[in-house]
């Protein structure tokens, strides 16, 4: 054959058909057995059959198998997984950014249902009737929303996983025939992620994501996977690599459930991982776990919008302190922190501003507050004040004037206010102040007994009565204060 010659015999062609697909066909319509002796049969410029199918595989040979089988390049185009300087093209849409593996390996997955449709539905030969789609080997779609199965990798008899270089997709090496095969089956309920992203290849109806549709192929399948897993699993999710395939398209429609009503559903996801994280785990790395790490390491700002929801429930839900990183980043700001927190801002240590805290009831009891306690951010100014105005047993006998002993006496029978068992016993100058106004009353100040009145010192020695007595005839109004 010279280049310019044609092929006697052709095939039809199919939707979604690689070009590599397409060539392994006319092979088996010219009767051959591997696609190394067909190239040294059709007109090819570079005849070393090493190189012609290492370019197939890269699609660097589609002007050549449109040539060969008489298909516009551009359909060929269309349907094959291509290589961009942006990464892989399939349909006209970015399926993925970083090179999709369906585009240079030598693996391929099969829809055994798809391949007895084609066998009865399709004219021609019955070996050239077996087409493969290229969106089988997308590796965010595991299952065929036609048939409700999920796509079959390897081949059940031997365990080898099928190739490109097998001419038909019906058939193994190892002679298994896969067409009486039954993959698992997948629910309805657990297609509509894989049909979705079918449908916006063209290999299916289109269904409409009022989210999803405004971002490209391949970042609205990764959205679909993370928040999927998080959906199922929540902060410690089940690597995709670990999934087998009807789990893999369980997860997609998760995600694809989560983003609808957006950001309403993904608002109600974060609200649940908050709810079952321990108090103690309460940081962005423990409430969103694997899904605030994939979103500070991915840069694309078609995520940004997720990232603002995260981020927004974050400052209003889970303490945050001056070291609290979310997306690889410092958080602003928020409502919440906890008592650790604000112990460091006010200068006390953590133990003593729980238990200041607990004691002015800012705490139930009943929580069992520890320094991740969380709390709002709006104690911070009342116990600011409260340490501000405390002062120590020796400091309290100062401001009433008394001694150790009286002022020992006066707390055993409870007429001093309660001391605040905080790293030792302090006392509150407004309480001390409240005390001395229910001791002293509305009596005026004078600077000399007034004629007919004692002090206390006087009156214990007069009436011999012990002082604490005396006052404690003074706070039941027992005897009155004549001045102060």
């Not at 801002?345 to 002015?360: I, N």
Request: glycine content about 8%; hydrophobic content about 40%; charged content about 20%.
């Amino acid at each position: 054959m010279t280049e310019s010659a044609s092929l006697a015999l052709r095939v039809r062609a199919a939707p979604f058909e690689p070009g590599w697909a397409v060539f392994n066909r006319l092979a088996l319509r010219h009767g051959c057995r591997s696609r190394s002796e067909f190239v040294r049969q059709v007109p090819l410029a570079n005849r070393d059959p090493r190189n012609v199918i290492h370019d197939l595989e890269r699609g660097n040979r589609q002007p050549d198998i449109a040539r060969l089988s008489g298909i516009p390049l551009e359909t060929l185009i269309h349907n094959s997984i291509t290589h961009t300087d942006d990464g892989s093209v399939l349909a006209g849409e970015l399926i993925s950014r970083i090179g999709n593996v369906g585009h240079s390996c030598n693996f391929a997955r099969i829809c055994p249902d798809c391949l007895r449709s084609d066998i009865e539905q399709c004219g021609g030969p019955v070996a050239c009737r077996p087409w493969r789609r290229s969106w089988w080997d997308v590796a965010k779609i595991s299952s065929c929303p036609h048939h409700g199965r999920v796509l079959l990798a390897s081949c059940p008899a031997c365990g080898h996983i099928f190739r490109r270089s097998y001419l038909s997709p019906a058939h193994c090496a190892c002679g298994h025939h896969v067409l009486e095969e039954r993959t698992k089956l997948v629910t309805p309920d657990s297609r509509i992620g894989d049909a979705y992203l079918v449908g916006r290849l063209g290999g299916g109806p289109r269904i409409v994501h009022a989210f999803l549709d405004g971002l490209a192929f391949a970042d609205a399948a990764e959205v679909m996977q993370w928040l999927g897993a998080t959906a199922r699993w929540g902060r410690s999710i089940v690597a995709w690599r670990h999934q087998d395939l009807a789990e893999r398209a369980h997860t997609m429609t998760a995600g694809f459930a989560v983003c609808e009503a957006f950001p309403r559903q993904l608002e109600e996801m974060l609200d649940a991982m908050l709810e079952a994280c321990p108090f103690a785990r309460q940081t962005p790395q423990g409430v969103y776990g694997a899904m605030q790490k994939w979103l500070g390491l991915a840069t694309q700002p078609a995520l940004d919008p997720i990232r603002d929801v995260v981020r927004n429930h974050a400052v209003k839900h889970v303490p945050i302190t001056a070291a609290t990183m979310l997306f690889r980043n410092p958080v602003p700001m928020g409502e919440l922190t906890t008592l650790g927190a604000l112990g460091k801002l006010l200068g006390v240590s953590p133990e003593r501003l729980v238990k200041a805290a607990s004691a002015l009831g800012m705490i139930p009891p009943s929580s069992r507050p520890r320094t991740g306690t969380v709390v709002t951010k709006s104690l911070k100014e009342p116990l600011a004040a409260f340490f501000r105005k405390l002062c120590s047993r020796e400091e309290a006998c100062q401001y009433l004037g008394t001694t150790p002993m009286v002022f020992k006496t006066l707390n055993i029978r409870n007429h001093l206010p309660r001391g605040y068992r905080i790293g030792g016993i302090w006392y509150s100058v407004a309480d001390l102040e409240r005390f001395l106004e229910a001791l002293q009353g509305d009596a005026a100040f004078v600077n000399r007994p007034p004629p007919g009145s004692a002090t206390i010192l006087r009156a214990v020695r007069i009436c011999h009565r012990a002082s604490e007595e005396i006052i404690g005839g003074l706070l039941q109004g027992q005897i009155k204060a004549t001045g102060r």
